[in-house]
T-cell receptor, first 113, second 115 residues
Framework: GQQLNQSPQSMFIQEGEDVSMNCTSSSIFNTWLWYKQDPGEGPVLLIALYKAGELTSNGRLTAQFGITRKDSFLNISASIPSDVGIYFCAGQRVMNRDDKIIFGKGTRLHILP | EPEVTQTPSHQVTQMGQEVILRCVPISNHLYFYWYRQILGQKVEFLVSFYNNEISEKSEIFDDQFSVERPDGSNFTLKIRSTKLEDSAMYFC?????????????FGPGTRLTVT
């Protein structure tokens, strides 16, 4: 089945540092999504990417849709304590009746005091 | 801001019992989904639903599972005879699907514990 490889699995950083995480797939997706999940809550959509090569920002977050349509990265600049959580990349093929989201395994972000 | 809501937030049930998880999607959305997340693992697709029928389902969504939209607002997931391995967070999602936009918005989840 379709699988997304997300890395790193976890990160420990100092407040104020920049963060970078990425996702690769053996399959092509025509939509890439980045979600954040806080403990005990549902995934919250951060950024959606619809075109290969697209670079999109949302505040301190920047994400890119890879040219090959098989990868994406998410950068967080100047991290703050509320950035702690699990970040999931997700892909959608969106063809015929298939619009299900395939999730990566997540990157757990820890911010050191 | 409109949001997806789910009830209950936590459901404890005994193995073999039936459970119904409830969701109220965002009001102008027409596409509905259930996902589950076993503790510490990734979110997995279960089923998608549009126009009162299932669009797609995963291998996880076997004969023990069913979905229904009993009225204009609720979307339910029923597990007929729960097993221990059904213990997980279950997330409902909904989508408007405007042309070129397929964003799914997730509810806060129902934690199902099967004992």
């Amino acid at each position: 089945g379709q699988q997304l490889n997300q890395s790193p699995q976890s990160m420990f950083i100092q407040e104020g540092e920049d963060v970078s995480m990425n996702c690769t797939s053996s399959s092509i997706f025509n939509t890439w999504l980045w979600y954040k999940q806080d403990p005990g809550e549902g995934p919250v959509l951060l950024i959606a990417l619809y075109k290969a090569g697209e670079l999109t920002s949302n505040g301190r977050l920047t994400a890119q849709f890879g040219i090959t349509r098989k990868d994406s990265f998410l950068n967080i600049s100047a991290s703050i304590p509320s950035d702690v959580g699990i970040y999931f990349c997700a892909g959608q093929r969106v063809m015929n009746r298939d619009d299900k989201i395939i999730f990566g395994k997540g990157t757990r972000l820890h911010i050191l005091p | 801001e409109p949001e997806v809501t789910q009830t209950p937030s936590h459901q404890v049930t005994q193995m073999g019992q039936e459970v119904i998880l409830r969701c109220v999607p965002i009001s102008n959305h027409l596409y509905f989904y259930w996902y589950r997340q076993i503790l510490g693992q990734k979110v997995e697709f279960l089923v998608s639903f549009y126009n009162n029928e299932i669009s797609e389902k995963s291998e996880i969504f076997d004969d023990q599972f069913s979905v229904e939209r009993p009225d204009g607002s609720n979307f339910t997931l029923k597990i007929r005879s729960t097993k221990l391995e059904d213990s997980a967070m279950y997330f409902c999602a909904s989508s408007e699907i405007r042309t070129g936009i397929y964003e799914q918005y997730f509810g806060p989840g129902t934690r199902l514990t099967v004992t």
